[in-house]
T-cell receptor, first 109, second 118 residues
Framework: AQRVTQPEKLLSVFKGAPVELKCNYS??????LFWYVQYSRQRLQLLLR??SRESIKGFTADLNKGETSFHLKKPFAQEEDSAMYYC???????????FGTGTLLAVQP | DAGVIQSPRHEVTEMGQEVTLRCKPI?????LFWYRQTMMRGLELLIY????????DSGMPEDRFSAKMPNASFSTLKIQPSEPRDSAVYFC????????????????FGNGTRLTVT
């Protein structure tokens, strides 16, 4: 069965501190992993995807198939990074996305 | 492009009433998804369509929930009768077909409908 686990509901850090939002998944095939972000009063939007291997707004995420993880990292958090972050998994050719329960990142000044 | 459009933005209704949520996907997108967002369970996939055909409705919680997509530019999610535990934010999203080796297409979300059932 497809499953995405985000163990932290809330992560609070100070500005300038490193951030790591954890995501683990369960999938029998070769998954595609995504991070979506929802800023206050804005719609949910794609932040990055593992297939692109790019850094967006200073965030990176590496797919670790051995640990079945796709943790989101940023070396220095900014206040504008405060938002709800969702890890998501897609398998096969259906475009169907399964989301984790989300982690609220709060960056304190 | 205005993106995915959902209506209404807010809906407050009494228990037992019928609720209809509406969605207009982005033109040219073949996939349409309905998600429910709650604090406890995050984003749950309720149902999704491909080319107006329901593909997977295993996430629909009960028979009280139904969804239709009569054409490529419109979908509805209906709850009848509504109950207080249905209170949540309901999101519609659409995406292009999968792009082969480029991977699955990202989802584009609407602003959501915040439903409150009293």
């Amino acid at each position: 069965a497809q499953r995405v686990t985000q163990p932290e509901k809330l992560l609070s850090v100070f500005k300038g501190a490193p951030v790591e939002l954890k995501c683990n998944y369960s999938y029998s095939g070769s998954p595609e992993l995504f991070w979506y972000v929802q800023y206050s009063r804005q719609r949910l939007q794609l932040l990055l995807r593992h297939i692109s291997r790019e850094s967006i707004k200073g965030f990176t995420a590496d797919l670790n198939k051995g640990e079945t993880s796709f943790h989101l990292k940023k070396p220095f958090a900014q206040e504008e990074d405060s938002a709800m972050y969702y890890c998501a998994l897609s398998g096969g050719a259906t475009n169907k996305l399964i989301f984790g329960t989300g982690t609220l990142l709060a960056v304190q000044p | 492009d205005a993106g995915v459009i959902q209506s209404p933005r807010h809906e407050v209704t009494e228990m037992g009433q019928e609720v209809t949520l509406r969605c207009k996907p982005i033109s040219g997108h073949d996939y349409l998804f309905w998600y429910r967002q709650t604090m406890m369970r995050g984003l749950e996939l309720l149902i999704y369509f491909n080319n107006n055909v329901p593909i997977d409705d295993s996430g629909m919680p009960e028979d009280r929930f139904s969804a239709k997509m009569p054409n490529a530019s419109f979908s509805t999610l209906k709850i009848q009768p509504s109950e207080p535990r249905d209170s949540a934010v309901y999101f519609c999203a659409s995406s292009r077909p999968t792009a082969g080796r480029m991977g699955n297409s990202p989802l584009h979300f609407g602003n959501g409908t915040r439903l409150t059932v009293t």
